[in-house]
């Protein structure tokens, strides 16, 4: 069973920047590819970004390309989302995944879940 913490959310201002961490324990963390989701208020939830095991492969929705950017140090069992030029869109519960498969991240199937941790950008 894989372990996924989540940490660094908070209220932004728009134009501001957070990093979300995550770390995960439990296994062995260079055999998962990783991502990050979100879920706002009435809203469906949908993959912000992912990445591949080795961090070579990334993936983001469009909605925020060019803004966010997710890495990872497999030293460190840590998966990150920078975000910057944050706008009040981007206020949602965003949740850290894990899943074997890169596959399965994209397809929003990961196999483990975060707890969330919620971002508020203001106006």
């Known amino acids: 069973q894989v372990q996924l913490v989540e940490s660094g959310g908070g209220l932004a201002q728009a134009g501001g920047s957070l990093r979300l961490s995550c770390v995960v324990s439990g296994r062995t963390f260079s055999n998962y590819a990783m991502g990050w989701f979100r879920q706002a208020p009435g809203k469906e939830r949908e993959l912000v970004a992912a990445?591949?095991?080795?961090?070579?492969?990334?993936q983001y929705v469009d909605s925020v390309k060019g803004r966010f950017t997710i890495s990872r140090d497999n030293a460190k069992n840590t998966v990150y989302l920078q975000m910057n030029s944050l706008k009040p869109e981007d206020t949602a519960v965003y949740y850290c995944?894990?899943?074997?498969?890169?596959?399965?991240?994209?397809?929003?199937?990961?196999?483990?879940w975060g707890q969330g941790t919620q971002v508020t950008v203001s106006s």
């Open positions: 990445t591949s095991r080795s961090g070579g492969i990334t």
């Open positions: 995944v894990a899943d074997l498969s890169m596959v399965a991240v994209v397809r929003g199937i990961p196999s483990s």
